[in-house]
T-cell receptor, first 114, second 114 residues
Framework: ETGVTQTPRHLVMGMTNKKSLKCEQHLGHNAMYWYKQSAKKPLELMFVYSLEERVENNSVPSRFSPECPNSSHLFLHLHTLQPEDSALYLC?????????????FGEGSRLTVL | GNSVTQMEGPVTLSEEAFLTINCTYTATGYPSLFWYVQYPGEGLQLLLKATKADDKGSNKGFEATYRKETTSFHLEKGSVQVSDSAVYFCALMNYGGSQGNLIFGKGTKLSVKP
């Protein structure tokens, strides 16, 4: 496989469920990101991991919990979400120090919270 | 603060028509500017970029010129094809910012009819 792959592509969960989104990059990059894409709103950066250390957390509610076990994998753990959290969650990767602003995105995980 | 404003969509054009998608920005300092494209069912991918005033980014027949005097980075293509149907995002990144801390516009959906 090449690029950035995300699973699952679609997820429906109740407000009391616990689920996780997974992202894997096959590009040899050293930074990974989670973005939230909602209709009619700009993309929102949620978390940044560089060299497996979290370097940014943009005031995201604690019901979203990221995990980066190595430079190729990134998870977003979901717990007691709200209906307004329904959105497309995009994972991206890049190589720090090379081509600033050039991110490689996965296809996204479409989340629906009932 | 930093922000990006794009023209509201959707934009519907006939094949071979001329395309302009307006983008203006507000930023401190000297940002780099980007256009990303999202084809149906896919993640975002970088289309073109410009890193300083008067630079022109180009790719796949698309062009955009970094205009500091008008704080604009309008996307243009002389003759669109049906395969150009997608959502286009303008973005900026300030110098020294985190690699992934792109500020995105809301996106403009383009539909090209045969």
């Amino acid at each position: 496989e090449t690029g950035v792959t995300q699973t699952p592509r679609h997820l429906v969960m109740g407000m009391t469920n616990k689920k996780s989104l997974k992202c894997e990059q096959h590009l040899g990059h050293n930074a990974m990101y989670w973005y939230k894409q909602s209709a009619k709103k700009p993309l929102e950066l949620m978390f940044v991991y560089s060299l497996e250390e979290r370097v940014e957390n943009n005031s995201v509610p604690s019901r979203f919990s990221p995990e980066c076990p190595n430079s190729s994998h990134l998870f977003l753990h979901l717990h007691t979400l709200q209906p307004e959290d329904s959105a497309l969650y995009l994972c991206a990767s890049s190589q720090e120090g090379r081509n600033p602003g050039e991110l490689f995105f996965g296809e996204g995980s479409r989340l629906t919270v009932l | 603060g930093n922000s990006v404003t794009q023209m509201e969509g959707p934009v519907t054009l006939s094949e071979e028509a001329f395309l302009t998608i307006n983008c203006t920005y507000t930023a401190t300092g000297y940002p780099s500017l980007f256009w990303y494209v999202q084809y149906p069912g896919e993640g975002l991918q970088l289309l073109l970029k410009a890193t300083k005033a008067d630079d022109k980014g180009s790719n796949k027949g698309f062009e955009a010129t970094y205009r500091k005097e008008t704080t604009s980075f309008h996307l243009e293509k002389g003759s669109v094809q049906v395969s150009d149907s997608a959502v286009y995002f303008c973005a900026l990144m300030n110098y020294g910012g985190s690699q992934g801390n792109l500020i995105f516009g809301k996106g403009t959906k383009l539909s090209v009819k045969p």
